[in-house]
DNA sequence: GTGAAAGCGCTAACAG
DNA sequence: CTGTTAGCGCTTTCAC
């Protein structure tokens, strides 16, 4: 049976599909009797206005093309909700396009949603290094989130690594901690350099400064174990390190050795990944980027641009700690 | 710039919009020279064509709803990506829906996606068990995907996790094992009833049985390593655990009292999820569902039914085993 | 071969 | 207060 249009809904009323628009919108001047009938007919019917219809006739189509290059991973996935959340009471529907990384496959999902008219674009991925702007027509507003185009040209929302950073110094520090090690991963990530820099501005504000080298490595609970190991001769009382992952790692050597968490060495994670954090024995104190919140700011500057606003520059949300057994006071 | 439309194309190619489209679509019969100049105009104004229009009056809008329940998590997310992929190169476009679990929210989103006139929807979960079935129009198709509905009404694509548990049973015993023990999630989960089958009906056809009680708890590492604890005086050379976080608890506990893996105890895990079971000491032997593939075939059942056919009954797509040093011969 | 016209479902401006 | 009309951008008959 096909779909019931305003046509056999104004049908059903006895009036014309002008009146029975007015009616289902709340416009202009009728009579609430004559209101009421339509909206009978239409609740019989089963009328549900066609979107299509409208959103040409509104020359926009209350939809937004959401663009990842993380399929979908750990750390778009947050930001993904947040924004879906936040659009979604604006009855926005939102396009998700996998890009898996391919800089052609982006190309066609740009050019797709833009043929299907988005009133905007949120660019997301799992790294906040600086990449190359989407290319769109400059009418489709953009915005990025947990990533940021290269040439500034359009708003970014990030996590705040570095506050992040120094979010897990000031919490040792105030269990009175003061042989801090810090294990992280790769240099050539951002992040990894800004937590790291927010963790030793902390420590150097309190007079004191990391226990050893920061130990750059891997994203991984083997390069975990292994610094840990390296780590051990300085006698660190805590050891920060730059992703659950690693904390793990860290944790394994810490027990093999007779060292034990969180008495003789605390220690702090980040990403605040719940198997992880919470599957860790002792489980594990985190930060957390809170990246929900991310995605949730991203999304209202992006309806700030739909609505004609300029939205521009970095936006950073702060990390929040979340305090488990690993470094309980 | 307002976007170039079709109009704009046949004015700069000096013939009319008919024309203008038979060109763009290769219909009709028009001379070669006339086609290559329309080509040249929308090349020129960087033409595509509004899909809303085209999808308003094809009656369709070529896109799908991809409905989850499980926000996006662990278990849906590789279903969506196979499912997008799929679609994608159909040139079909995926809505994205998270309903938190909330039925409410799930009725608005069936409700918004109908408006906006979906071609199909894609019902995800986190677990198999059957659930109420969306309520839709009949004329739209759906299709469940790692769930399925009471009813039946509709295919469902599920994970085959009876042959999961025969695969890790087949290849403890493969290696020599003898004294075989299962360690699980909650019994009022199908997938651990499903997967214990599996396991003890390999068990069985193999002449020997289950070393102790299948153990059913949680699917946590902290259950893993109790359960272990339990098992331990069985003297089992083999442990099958029902999820990857069981294997990692269980892990724990046996290098807390000595027992090497695999040498000992060989150990296989469930989900093959990469960061549990690649960042385990020793790594660690899972049985995969393949999830992806779960996404890509329940994506041909609703293409299928756009086209027309009527796809019914429950799909099974089986594991994959995936051996790792956990379990080495 | 090409153009004119109708219509997909809806809203908004204007008559009446 | 209500009905008629035009038109969003496109495709598809049907004349010429």
């Known amino acids: ?22 009616a289902l919108n709340g416009q202009g001047k009728l ?38 290059t993380d399929s979908f991973g ?7 909700l947040g924004a879906e959340d936040a659009l979604g009471t604006g009855q926005i529907s939102v396009f998700m396009c996998d890009t898996r990384d391919d800089p ?18 949120i660019v997301t991925g799992r790294r906040i290094e600086p990449r190359p702007p989407v290319r769109v027509a ?36 105030g269990i009175g901690r003061r042989r801090i090690a810090h294990i992280t991963g790769p240099e050539r990530f951002l992040c990894a350099r800004l937590r790291a820099r927010g963790f030793a501005a902390a420590l150097s504000e309190a007079g004191t400064e990391p226990c050893g080298d920061i130990l750059y490595g891997e994203w991984s609970e083997r390069w975990g174990r292994e610094a840990a190991g390296q780590l051990l001769a300085g006698r660190p009382d805590a ?41 860790a024995l002792p489980s594990l104190t985190s930060v957390d980027m809170c990246l929900e919140e991310v995605g949730r700011i991203a999304a209202g500057h992006l309806l700030a641009a739909i609505g004609g606003e300029h939205p521009h520059g970095v936006h950073t949300v702060p990390c929040r700690l979340v305090v488990r057994e690993s470094s309980a006071a």
Chains 1, 2 share one sequence.
């Open 104 to 121: 052609d496959r982006e190309q066609r999902y740009i050019e797709m949603l833009s043929a299907r008219r988005v009133d905007g674009l």
């Open 74 to 80: 750990r750390f778009s996935i947050p930001v993904m």
């Open 138 to 173: 400059p009418s489709i507003p953009v915005v990025y989130a947990m990533t940021q185009p290269a040439d500034g040209g359009a708003p970014a929302v990030l996590p705040d690594d570095e506050s992040g950073g120094r979010a897990a110094a000031g919490h040792l520090l």
């Open 1 to 22: 049976m096909r779909r019931a249009t305003i046509r056999d809904v104004a049908a059903a009323a006895g009036v014309s599909i002008g009146t029975a628009s007015k």
């Open 31 to 68: 009579r609430a009797e004559t209101r009421e009938r339509v909206a009978n007919a239409a609740q019989q019917l089963g009328f549900a206005p066609n979107t299509l219809a409208q959103a040409l006739l509104a020359g926009r189509s209350f939809t937004v093309g959401l663009i990842t």
């Open 239 to 279: 050891i920060f390190c730059g992703s659950d992952q690693i904390a793990r790692g860290v944790a394994d050597t810490l027990r093999a050795v007779g060292r034990r968490v969180p008495e003789d060495v605390a220690l702090v994670g980040f990403d605040n990944w719940a198997p992880m954090a919470l599957g």
